[in-house]
């Protein structure tokens, strides 16, 4: 049966300092980078064979993608990026940290920007710029999302490059973001939106999905280092 693996990226240098990070583009940290690499190990020891890795646009992801492709002995496949796959856009959160903003606006305002289907964080003034964004026009760019917005962008990717590969019974990796794979997930699990709050994805932790022919989850398997 076809498989749909999953992978958080590793510890970013914002996940470090604990700062919101949504599109703000920040590197692997050293302890990331390893994380990535052990997850593709525990990959490989699996044997599934891939036709297509799917990555967001920013290097963190970027980056597991591609030491999780040399761990499994298979950094030939064509990898595709896509901004619809980048992390849920933090707005003017983006930077802050998340222990200061539960002292400025309390821990229920922090728990509902963080894990709430639909609360938007404070938005930009303008959307993001730079050229890895410079073929869209700035009105399907982000200011700040919910994740329901976020799972808006996502799910076009989904049903045009994941989903029929899957359907022609070809294995997918799928390496992206904390929010982005929730709300795939919820998706994916028909989660109700008062649900998702209790849904995590930890870093570099593989989650494998096996899938009926209807893309169904059949069973899911998460493989964890420790
Ligand atoms: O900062 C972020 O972009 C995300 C993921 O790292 O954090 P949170 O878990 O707070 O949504």
Redesign the pocket.
């Known amino acids: 049966m076809v498989k749909l693996v999953l992978v958080r990226h590793g510890e970013?240098a914002?996940?470090f300092s604990n700062?919101?990070?949504?599109w703000s583009d920040v590197p692997l940290t050293a302890r990331g980078a390893a994380q990535a690499s052990a997850a593709g190990q525990l990959l490989a020891d699996t044997g599934i064979a891939f036709t297509c890795v799917h990555t967001s646009v920013l290097q963190r992801a970027i980056t597991t993608a591609y030491l999780v492709q040399d761990a499994i002995g298979q950094n030939w496949l064509p990898i595709q990026k896509s901004w619809r796959l980048n992390?849920?856009h933090?707005g003017a959160l983006r930077g802050l940290n998340?222990d200061a903003t539960r002292t400025l606006f309390g821990a229920n305002q922090v728990a509902r920007w963080?894990r709430s289907y639909q609360a938007e964080p404070p938005l930009l003034n303008v959307p993001v710029a730079g050229r890895a964004y410079a073929a869209f026009p700035t009105t399907i760019l982000s200011r700040g999302e919910s994740l329901a917005d976020a799972s808006r962008r996502l799910l076009p990717y989904w049903v045009d490059e994941i989903a029929p590969r899957l359907m022609r019974g070809e294995n997918q990796l799928v390496v992206a973001?904390?929010?982005t794979l929730r709300a795939l997930i919820k998706w994916l699990e028909n989660i109700g939106d008062a649900d998702i709050d209790g849904v995590e994805v930890a870093n570099a932790e593989p989650i494998i999905c096996t899938l009926g022919p209807d893309l169904s989850i059949i069973a899911k398997e998460v493989l964890d280092a420790d």
């Open positions: 970013s914002a996940n700062t919101y990070t949504g992390e849920r933090y998340k963080r973001h904390g929010s």
